[in-house]
């Protein structure tokens, strides 16, 4: 770990000095339009200087981005980021299609190696059969309404015992041990997100409009159908989709209902409420495997360097280079993420960290997708790293798994570790009807276009109901249960992205089997398979993480099964 200052490769096309303005932009894509190909090594040189172009582009984005979401109430910042959508994005889209064509076009493309750039050449057929000019303007629009999403949620505090919290802190209380303070702290959030429920359904009203006739446009009934080629999902249907559901709902509810039920007698209660689904059934305190967010990083770095060292080191690298920032504070916006930042080849980590084990896994879970980000830093073009989100996802539910033999370093004594990895894996199991449940939502709100906020709050109900409503009694709080859907913020900002939290979480349970059999293979396997990016289809990144593309029933009963067993010897 001697050097941990980032040095970016230099750039060799565009200058080091861009200004991201459309006046300095402007000649260097006219230059990559207009620039004559005379063979197919003057074809690679064109496509890795237009992958300068996009890496620099992307992190100049990615930063405005950053910037806003940790700071959701700075004009100039929300200004910075809208500049960007309103005045560059705009301009580029028909370009990029443009060279796009050109590349299509090209005579040489048949001599590029196939098998590096099949994954490349589909992507980009795919990009020229969806683009319309008539949507260019739509998708700014989406991305600036999409953004409203941030400043509604991120200006949301409750007051409880006369402290002001954000609602991460404030879910902190629904671990406490006394059911009446995890009550008051459940309906008082509950009752700031109702404030809210007016504004958030007109908005996505808006959005749902814009993303119809996006679909329109580009010649698909639905935008259910369009966002299936847009997302480029070549390995899966819509009917798969449905077939998945239908499958989790038959072998993974019936394991959490057990497990509700086992949590209703431990915690001597006649039914489940909302706010009994957190706290431990041990009659013990939440769990604190860290004090702040400095020391969650630190932990962290530790804990991968335990798995290997070359992982704790790149986590390190981005403490020394200020990319985190993990603290839960007013005005930021909610949630985590890890951004991929295309020119330096590291990422920045944003969650918002209210010392709960939650965040512990949420920390594992964005380094898992940094590891990513710095092992496919190298690969020849931007577009490499670009990789489907069935794939980004398996290295961060991975990561939070394999991680577990190392979470001695958040925990001090053997009990507390061991209730740390109870709740880890019961929650393994609860993403999976939870993320049926948003994508069967999404499925019904986008093949039905014209419905109302009344019609979607049925709607959410009833699919909700039949993937075990979280096993609990929704009894007297109806406006609660038909509003929860607001809280999931890919339903404003990333629609359609949520089908492959399922699919990478069973990928991940299969890592992880293989991991507790052997290790430095399993590691071994698990890397590989990320260092690949996306220059490889789907299903051979995971046959060279050892695991398999698979979503049937049978292969969802072997590995829930495989977890609830590894939940009794913890007992």
């Not at 396997?525 to 299903?539: D, E, F, R, V, W």
Request: hydrophobic share 40%.
């Amino acid at each position: 770990m001697n050097n941990l200052i980032i040095n970016k490769k230099p750039r060799t096309y565009i200058p080091q000095d861009l200004k991201m303005e459309w006046d300095s932009l402007s000649p260097i894509l006219d230059e990559l339009l207009k620039r004559e190909i005379h063979n197919v090594e003057e074809l690679e040189h064109w496509l890795k200087d237009k992958s300068e172009l996009e890496a620099a582009l992307e992190e100049n984005f990615a930063w405005r981005y950053i910037k806003m979401s940790c700071d959701t109430a700075n004009e100039d910042l929300v200004k910075d980021f809208q500049y960007f959508a309103t005045e560059i994005e705009p301009k580029i889209s028909p370009l990029a299609n443009e060279l796009n064509k050109k590349f299509n076009d090209n005579p040489f493309i048949d001599q590029l190696d196939q098998d590096k750039y099949f994954v490349y050449i589909r992507a980009v057929k795919k990009s020229l059969e969806l683009y319309r000019e008539e949507n260019v303007e739509l998708f700014t629009q989406l991305q600036v309404a999409q953004q409203k999403y941030q400043s509604i949620t991120g200006a949301m505090s409750v007051t409880i015992n006369e402290q002001e919290y954000t609602l991460e802190q404030a879910s902190n209380f629904l671990k406490d041990t006394d059911r009446s303070v995890r009550k008051n702290a459940w309906e008082t959030v509950q009752q700031r997100r109702l404030l809210a429920k007016d504004e958030l359904n007109i908005l996505f009203d808006e959005l749902i409009a814009m993303r119809h006739k996006v679909a329109l446009n580009a010649g698909f009934e639905n935008y259910r159908d369009y966002m299936f080629q847009a997302l480029g999902r070549f390995d899966y249907t819509p009917k798969d989709c449905y077939d998945f559901a239908e499958a989790i709902e038959q072998e993974v509810v019936p394991v959490l209902r057990e497990q509700a039920e086992k949590r209703k007698e431990a915690l001597n209660l006649t039914s489940l409420k909302p706010w009994d689904m957190e706290v431990s059934t041990s009659g013990k305190a939440a769990l604190k495997p860290f004090n702040n967010g400095e020391e969650l990083i630190d932990k962290s770095i530790t804990c991968f360097t335990a798995i290997d060292s070359s992982l704790g080191e790149k986590l390190a690298i981005m403490k020394a280079n200020g990319l985190f920032d993990v603290e839960s504070r007013m005005g930021k916006a909610p949630g985590g993420y890890n951004y991929p930042l295309a020119e330096t080849g590291a990422p920045f980590i944003f969650m918002n960290s209210a010392n709960s084990l939650r965040d512990l896994t949420t920390m594992v879970h964005e380094g898992g997708h940094a590891i990513h980000t710095f092992l496919t830093a190298d690969l020849e073009l931007n577009d490499f790293k670009h990789c489907p989100s069935e794939v980004a996802e398996l290295a961060s539910m991975s990561m939070e798994l394999i991680s577990m033999d190392n979470w001695d370093v958040y925990f001090d004594n053997e009990e507390d570790l061991n209730r740390a990895k109870k709740e880890q894996l019961a929650d393994v199991l609860k993403t999976l009807p939870w993320v049926a449940v948003i994508d069967q939502f999404q499925h019904w709100i986008y093949t039905n276009p014209d419905h109302n906020a009344a019609d979607r709050e049925a709607a959410f109900k009833q699919i909700y109901t039949r993937f075990g409503a979280g096993f609990a009694d929704w009894t007297e709080y109806d406006q609660q249960f038909g509003n929860l859907w607001q809280k999931q913020l890919h339903l404003f900002e990333v629609p359609f992205y949520y089908i492959e939290y399922a699919i990478a979480q069973l990928g991940a349970i299969a890592v992880w089997k293989n991991y507790k059999e052997n290790p430095t293979k399993a590691l071994e396997q698990y890397l590989a398979a990320l260092t690949l990016g996306y220059t490889k289809p789907m299903n051979e990144i995971y046959e060279t993480a050892g695991i398999k593309f698979d979503f049937s029933a049978a292969y969802i009963k072997e590995l829930a099964m495989f977890v609830k067993n590894e939940l009794n010897k913890l007992d």
